[in-house]
């Protein structure tokens, strides 16, 4: 079974600051996918940004970029130029791609990051 | 193109009642799955289909049952409601393995 950790269950950074959040991840699989999730207060989960395991390159999308080490087993998010509107619950999360389990999404605890003005 | 539509939004239940909570997606995606959310615990999965007519368990089962007899269509049924219940339910659904799940808005039901 897979497991997924998120290690800073809540972070703050300063408006237009760079933060960092961090995702480990337990597998024995060698082919899946990462996702970063955002939830902000109105609770509508919000994919943010997508790892494919067999992509060297980094995942980027706007101001959110993550830092993937597969040997590692690491999932970092690393939101640049932070806005207000960053303040959610960021879930990371693992899906295995075909097979018994695929479809089905992994999740981490979560770690809440506040914006501040 | 509503996406993933839940309902209700909310609920209050007295323990041993019974309900559904409503799940509808018009992406024509074959997989569709429900989570629930609690404090400090993440999304965990409670049932998921591949398609109509197929569905399993997930992670956190008892206490649940679902259907799918339309692709459009997943609804969550509690037989028999337990405060242990209470908690925000997400519908999700994909079209293929590959393909990040779209979420609906989730139902907050609380057991009394």
């Known amino acids: 079974a897979q497991t997924v950790t998120q290690s800073q269950p809540e972070m703050s950074v300063q408006e237009a600051e760079t933060v960092t959040l961090s995702c480990t991840y337990d597998?024995?699989?060698?082919?899946?996918?990462l996702f970063w999730y955002k939830q902000p207060p109105s609770r509508q989960m919000i994919l943010v940004i997508r790892?494919?395991?067999?992509?060297?390159q980094n995942a980027t999308e706007n101001r959110f970029s993550v830092n993937f080490q597969k040997a590692a087993k690491s999932f970092s998010l690393k939101i640049s130029d932070s806005q207000l509107g960053d303040t959610a619950m960021y879930f990371c999360?693992?899906?295995?791609?075909?097979?018994?389990?695929?479809?089905?999404?992994?999740f981490g605890k979560g770690t809440k990051l506040s914006v501040i003005p | 193109n509503a996406g993933v539509t839940q309902t209700p939004k909310f609920q209050v239940l007295k323990t041993g009642q019974s309900m559904t909570l409503q799940c509808a997606q018009d992406?024509?995606?074959?997989?569709m799955s429900w989570y629930r959310q609690d404090p400090g615990m993440g999304l965990r999965l409670i049932h998921y289909?591949?398609?109509?007519?197929?569905?399993d368990q997930g992670e956190v089962p008892n206490g649940y049952n679902v259907s799918r007899s339309t692709t459009e269509d997943f609804p969550l049924r509690l037989l028999s409601a337990a405060p242990s219940q209470t908690s925000v339910y997400f519908c999700?659904?994909?079209?293929?393995?590959?393909?990040?799940?779209?979420f609906g808005n989730g139902t907050r039901l609380t057991v009394t």
């Open positions: 999360a693992f899906m295995k791609p075909s097979g018994a389990g695929s479809y089905q999404l992994t």
């Open positions: 790892q494919e395991a067999y992509k060297q």
């Open positions: 992406m024509n995606h074959e997989y």
């Open positions: 597998t024995s699989e060698n082919n899946y996918y």
């Open positions: 999700a659904s994909s079209d293929t393995g590959r393909a990040p799940l779209h």
């Open positions: 289909s591949v398609g109509a007519g197929i569905t």
